[in-house]
């Protein structure tokens, strides 16, 4: 993950050069992936895109949101459509994404939102999130929001396999204050999880938050109530983070937990600067809607 890949439009010849033999063997297995059903698949989202939605996007998205959806075409749609949805119905989270904003750069600083370098035994993208690093008081949710896309878009143009394999989720949370609370209201909270669920272009295989203090249970009890039964089965709570990277190796976590990948300021240092060096790519994007 650690070298840019490119990808032509040419999706078939794009995932043959991407993909290794097992890669495209767990797709088909897993995924209903194959080269005729990807080819065909992805032909006929894009009519249907073309035509229904009047917007243009590329291959790899829309290959992206089939695998998501285990090439069902249907399931796939309705994904597609929630999708843009919600970015119209929440353009601030979704939109302006210029990773040279000053919250924005702000954010990309503290080094919230880190990809790991490698992905793990089991080829699933890691993503830390260390969630409470912000300060509530001058960082909001919208600019969170943006942050986080960045990061997770350029991560998965880096490491192709991980619409194919998933992602798991490290939440660090410790030491909320009450404003890290409060930014998390009901509203807030659904439309994060409205998006995760039924809106997002990713298979998220792990939710794994850590370094929970009690009286934050509220929040992730608020979390749960709007997470489909598939969902809360992925996501879980740990008190420290003993048990929450029992299955992650050592040699792709960063030292502060535990490691022998580096710091988490160089994974920061190394993402801003890819996010910088990509902007074009990753705002390309930003005025697409759908009526």
């Not at 979704?94 to 080094?111: R, S």
């Not at 991980?162 to 660090?172: E, M, N, Q, R």
């Not at 190394?270 to 390309?284: G, H, P, Q, R, V």
Request: a negative charge; charged letters at 25%.
């Amino acid at each position: 993950m650690t070298n840019e890949r490119n990808h032509n439009d040419n999706i078939v010849d794009y995932v043959s050069q991407e993909l290794t033999n097992e890669d495209k063997k767990y797709a088909a297995e897993y995924l209903n992936e194959t080269d005729e059903t990807r080819e065909n698949a992805v032909s006929e989202i894009k009519l249907w895109i073309e035509n229904e939605l009047r917007i243009q996007i590329d291959d790899f998205l829309i290959l992206r949101f089939l695998r998501v959806g285990k090439f069902n075409l249907e399931k796939t749609k309705i994904r597609i459509r929630n999708y843009y949805k919600q970015r119209s119905n929440l353009p601030e989270w979704f939109t302006n994404k210029n990773p040279f904003q000053p919250k924005v750069q702000e954010y990309l600083n503290l080094g919230m939102f880190l990809p790991l370098l490698k992905p793990d035994n089991q080829g699933r993208l890691i993503l830390l999130i260390r969630g409470t690093l912000n300060d509530p008081r001058i960082h909001n949710i919208a600019d969170m929001s943006k942050a986080c896309m960045l990061t997770i878009e350029l991560a998965v143009k880096f490491y192709p396999a991980a619409s194919v394999y998933g992602i798991v989720s490290l939440i660090d949370m410790i030491d909320p204050t009450i404003r890290h609370i409060l930014q998390f209201g009901p509203h807030t909270i659904m439309n994060i999880i409205h998006t995760w669920q039924s809106c997002y272009p990713m298979r998220y295989q792990a939710f794994n938050v850590f370094n929970v203090p009690k009286f934050f249970n509220v929040i992730i009890n608020l979390a749960k109530s709007f997470m489909t039964k598939k969902l809360k089965d992925r996501f879980h709570v740990y008190a420290d983070n003993l048990e929450c990277f029992k299955d992650i190796p050592a040699n792709i976590l960063p030292v502060e937990y535990g490691g022998t990948a580096g710091t988490c300021q160089e994974l920061t240092e190394y993402w801003k600067k890819a996010i910088e060096e990509n902007s074009d790519w990753l705002t390309k994007d930003d005025n697409v809607q759908i009526e």
